[in-house]
């Protein structure tokens, strides 16, 4: 190797510095082309190599393939024949295959002329250092990735609370980026609803060296938000200094979630608090971790319909509304989601077909947007739906945050309605009937001491029914159990058919039941007996046998029979003996007066019906005369009954009775048609009746098809709808039928005339005339009655006439009996008047005879009275 002297040295000392340098580091030269020309003692070391192997060698021998193949070999020798020098750590290959590294300086080295000549290296082996350094970098590697991949975000913070590093995790987790966050505080970021005492507190801990462990709800970047347990660590540096914090946020959203609700559930459970307020709280907990949605729960029951059981946060009217409503494919998100079996999320409701049909119902609320998810029981069916309704559709909509939220809710509604479903097996079982799914004993007593509390509280009677069913062990011994099974599962929904809202059913073993009717007299008892009597005749099939049904029954009332429930049931049990003994599907009363009376109004029912058919019902006719000309206005049909025999019953009697019983409407439309026959065989005769009145109780205008019936009738007769007047009662008023208003117009529209009956005795509102299209009023006769002696009466009827005249009604005075009140009602001016005065109610041939009497001009005048019923 060549000494070079261009420092200005003296040579001497540069040769010395040389040595001293050779004994130290590894140096070589290689000519222009790479060739190893020199090499020290301590580079041929280095190589593994004996100076006789080593010279002559090209420099490209000892790189590493990748560094030739790469082309970076080739570069470093362009750089050096360009005369620029190099210096670096690089890798050399050893000659046992090995890899050194070696902190190089290459310089290009010039002759005295300038020429380049040479390539002077000089090396110092830091193999061990770089191993050590490439170690610790893939140590640090690792655990960069053991960080990035780790789910809980790291933060690490300097003595100043600054961030100096986020890990993935904390990126993933909250959405900011590294870059966005260094320098930030993370409490100020991460918390900043944290009071500052709170920040001093935790900076506080962490300068003592102590770490601090807290569980926050922190939000990120969206302003989604988290329940993190947060484990700070101060580090403390050689010197004994805080130099930076190391904090670990860990996700613990489900958990907390799930503890907090929980805990609150699963303790009001144990606490047998109500389902309604069990979820009523899961309601109100939800919203207060999540203040923007509201929480609604539904149950679906075993026949696809919703009920509400908890949404307090919503207006009552609503949650009512949705009651009752079938599940189905387009049902809002709640029914849909049932329907499905899978969450429904809608996030306007407005234009989504599924809220086609219930967005007038929440829009008005405010809310825009329902997210609601099936509530699954153990057999995967949805026993109920879990909603959140947001104001604001953009706010975070079933954020991840809320499906956590509803995950850990719909499990513990699960668990609560699965709860409540099982108590109430448990109740069924222990208080009902397995076979008929009526009371069993223990809860029909229960059930009556109540109903009997409340009768002796409000002075009513109560009955109580032991029913026995015919010749049921026949049929058990016959058919065998199972038909006998069904039979007593059929007589107990025929039994609560019939039974009222109020009234309780029961089966006590056997073929016994029993059935408790609150607030009921002995009219109501026998109403009902018959209606269950006619449920049960209902023709049966069983076991391909066709059955006829029937029940004795004995019947105690409370209190007159027994103040307690043993006594009556015992004593109904009684009668029921006494009933079966005479004959199958009799009822009996214990008290014998009330028996009595109770079966004299089944005969008379019976009887009636059998009139109604059998044409014992008459039509007596009173006429009804124009006071001005003394002329027939028209005459008023009364049905007329004589019972075989108790003789003549009174309408009084009858009539309220066929109304009990349903013979009212038949009794109506014979009425009509009768009076229709009668008025035109009248007329064939040759006889002016100008118009008749038929009376027609409330129920017949339910009927829809009265109009057609009415019209068939006057058409039969070849009459005109004017002929016929129909009397209403002010009691219509109080008919809540819907039909009635309809039938009321659709018969007035044909033509047929509508008198008020006994007006004057009814309701004081007047506005009802305005309503009802009536042509005619009926002065009521108490007003008449009174109108000699009494001022008040006198001036009713001027005021009814009144009321009349200005509605362009006829006003008809009633019951006018004695020629003085016919001339106060002239002079007041009543233009029509009926009463025993003209002529009592007369049969058919009477009144014909009263007529003809009547037109002879030199007979009787106008205020000669007839006797028509006394002398008929
Ligand atoms: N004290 C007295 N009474 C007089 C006088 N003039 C007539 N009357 C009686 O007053 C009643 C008038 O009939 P109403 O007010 O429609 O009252 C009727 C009517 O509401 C009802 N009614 C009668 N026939 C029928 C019918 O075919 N269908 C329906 N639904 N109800 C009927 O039965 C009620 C009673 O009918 P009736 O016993 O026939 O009683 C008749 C008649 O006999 C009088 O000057 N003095």
Redesign the pocket.
């Known amino acids: 190797m060549r000494e070079e002297s261009n420092d200005g040295l003296p040579e001497a000392v540069q040769r010395t510095q040389f040595q001293a340098l050779d004994r130290v580091m590894a140096m070589a030269s290689f000519d222009l082309d790479g060739v190893l020309c020199h090499a020290n003692r301590n580079y041929l070391q280095l190589l593994g190599l004996p100076q006789d192997q080593a010279l002559g060698r090209s420099h490209q021998s000892f790189c590493t393939a990748a560094q030739v193949h790469s082309g970076a070999h080739a570069a470093l020798w362009s750089q050096l024949r360009a005369g620029q020098a190099h210096s670096g750590v690089v890798e050399r290959v050893r000659s046992d295959g090995s890899s050194c590294w070696l902190e190089a300086t290459y310089t290009p080295v010039c002759d005295a002329q300038g020429q380049l000549t040479q390539i002077l290296k000089v090396a110092t082996d830091v193999t061990q250092r770089h191993l050590q350094e490439q170690a610790h970098q893939q140590h640090l590697e690792r655990l960069s990735l053991v960080a990035d991949a780790s789910d809980a975000a790291v933060i690490i913070s300097d003595s100043q609370s600054r961030i100096v590093y986020v890990n993935g995790g904390f990126s993933r987790m909250f959405g900011w980026t590294q870059e966005e966050v260094l320098g930030q505080a993370p409490i100020a970021l991460l918390a900043p609803q944290m009071q500052e005492t709170f920040t001093e507190q935790y900076r506080s801990e962490l300068r003592g060296g102590k770490p601090v462990w807290s569980e926050e709800i922190v939000v990120g970047k969206q302003g989604q938000r988290y329940w993190a347990k947060v484990t700070s660590n101060p580090v403390i540096n050689d010197q004994g200094v805080w130099s930076c914090t190391v904090s670990v946020l860990t996700d613990i959203t489900r958990s907390k979630m799930h503890e907090a609700l929980q805990h609150r559930v699963l303790e009001a459970m144990a606490r047998e608090q109500p389902l309604s307020e069990v979820l009523d709280m899961v309601c109100l907990e939800v919203e207060r971790i999540a203040p923007e949605v509201t929480a609604s729960i539904l149950e679906v029951d075993a026949q696809g319909l919703l009920h509400p059981l908890a949404s307090p946060s919503l207006p009552s009217s609503y949650s009512a509304l949705l009651d009752g409503v079938a599940i189905g494919p387009e049902v809002g998100s709640c029914g849909t989601a049932a329907w499905r079996n899978a969450p429904v999320l809608v996030t306007d409701i407005a234009t989504d077909p599924l809220w086609r049909d219930y967005k007038h119902l929440i829009l008005p609320l405010g809310y825009q947007a329902c997210w609601s998810t099936p509530i699954c029981g153990t057999a995967g069916k949805p026993i109920g739906t879990f909603a959140f309704y947001y104001r604001d559709a953009t706010a975070g909509v079933a954020s991840a945050y809320h499906q956590q939220l509803v995950d850990a809710c719909t499990h513990l509604c699960a668990l609560a309605l699965e709860r409540e479903h099982t108590r109430a097996r448990i109740r069924q079982l222990a208080f009902y009937d397995g076979l008929t799914g009526l009371p069993n004993r223990s809860l029909l007593q229960a059930n009556a001491d109540q109903a009997m509390a409340a009768a002796a509280r409000n002075d009513e009677q109560l009955a109580v029914l032991f029913i026995d069913l015919d010749r049921f062990k026949q049929v058990n011994d016959s058919m065998g159990h199972p038909a006998g099974d069904e039979l007593l599962r059929v007589v107990a929904a025929r039994l609560q058919k019939v039974l009222g809202p109020g009234d309780i059913a029961g089966r006590l073993s056997g073929d016994e039941f029993v059935a408790v009717l609150p607030q009921c007299d002995a009219e109501r008892v026998t109403n009902t007996i018959e209606r269950l009597q006619e449920q049960l005749a209902e023709p049966l099939v069983l076991a391909d046998n066709a059955l006829a049904i029937s029940a004795s029954i004995g019947i105690a009332m409370f209190p007159a029979d027994g103040r307690d429930m043993e006594t009556l049931l015992h004593r109904a049990d009684m009668a029921m003996y006494q009933a079966k003994s005479s004959g199958r599907g009799r009822f009996s009363f214990f008290s014998s007066e009330m028996n009595r009376l109770a079966q004299e109004r089944l005969a008379l029912e019976n009887a009636l019906r059998k009139a109604l058919q059998g044409g014992e ?1 008459r ?2 006719y ?1 006429p009804q005369v124009d006071l001005a000309s003394g002329q027939l206005y028209g005459v ?5 009954w004589t019972h075989p025999q108790l003789g003549e019953i ?3 009697r009858f ?1 309220p009775l ?2 009990e019983c349903g013979l ?1 409407a038949d ?2 439309r ?2 009509v048609g009768e009076a229709c026959r009668q008025l035109a065989a009248w007329r064939t005769q040759g006889l002016a009746v100008p118009a008749v ?5 409330p129920s ?1 205008f339910h009927n829809l098809d009265l109009p057609r019936m009415i019209a068939d009738t006057l058409d039969r007769h070849a009459l005109a709808p004017k002929d016929l007047t129909l ?1 209403l ?1 002010e009691s219509i008023l109080l008919d809540t039928n819907p039909s009635t208003m309809k039938t009321i117009e659709e018969v007035h529209a044909h033509g047929v005339r509508l008198s008020m ?2 007006f004057g005795t009814g309701y004081s509102s007047l506005s009802y005339l305005r309503r009802l299209p009536v042509s005619e009023l ?1 002065l ?2 108490s007003f ?2 009174d109108l000699e002696n009494d001022e008040a009466a006198r001036a009713l009827s001027s005021a009814i006439l009144g009321i009349g005249q200005s509605l362009r009604l006829t006003v008809v005075a ?4 004695t020629p003085v009140q016919n001339i106060m009602l002239r002079e007041q001016g009543y233009p029509v008047a ?4 003209f002529a ?2 007369l049969a058919p041939q009477d009144l014909e005879r009263w007529l003809v009497a009547r037109m002879a001009p030199a007979q009787a005048s106008a205020d000669q009275p007839v006797h028509g ?1 006394e002398s008929a």
């Open positions: 019902l039509l007596h009173q008023e049909a009364l049905a007329r009174s309408p009084a009539i066929a109304e009212i009794l109506g014979w009425a009145s038929v009376n027609l109780s017949s009397e009662t009956d006994d009926k009521d006769r008449v009655a009633e019951g006018v009996e009926q009463g025993f005065l009592r109610p019923e």
